[in-house]
């Protein structure tokens, strides 16, 4: 049985909130879930880019935490 890891991209919108989408691997499937609104979609590849585009276009959430100004 594979294991399955979990990593997350979160974006922050105009308003100061966060918004986390999770995505988690079991072997090479990859399923989405969005924290805020329960978002879910299964993703083999590119599943981070997914999850951004998720986040600024249903959340408006474009602000990355991990940038560096």
């Known amino acids: 049985m594979p294991s399955m890891t979990t990593s ?3 974006r922050w ?3 100061g909130r966060e918004h986390i989408v999770r995505v988690r691997r079991a072997g090479v499937q990859r399923s ?3 924290d805020t609104c329960g ?3 299964g993703a ?3 599943p981070w880019l997914k999850a ?3 986040l600024a276009e249903a959340h408006q959430a474009t ?5 560096e100004s």
């Open 8 to 10: 997350k991209v979160s």
């Open 13 to 15: 919108d105009q308003h």
């Open 32 to 34: 989405l879930v969005c």
């Open 39 to 41: 978002w879910r979609r």
């Open 44 to 46: 083999q590849f590119l």
């Open 52 to 54: 951004e585009e998720h």
């Open 63 to 67: 602000l990355d935490p991990s940038a």
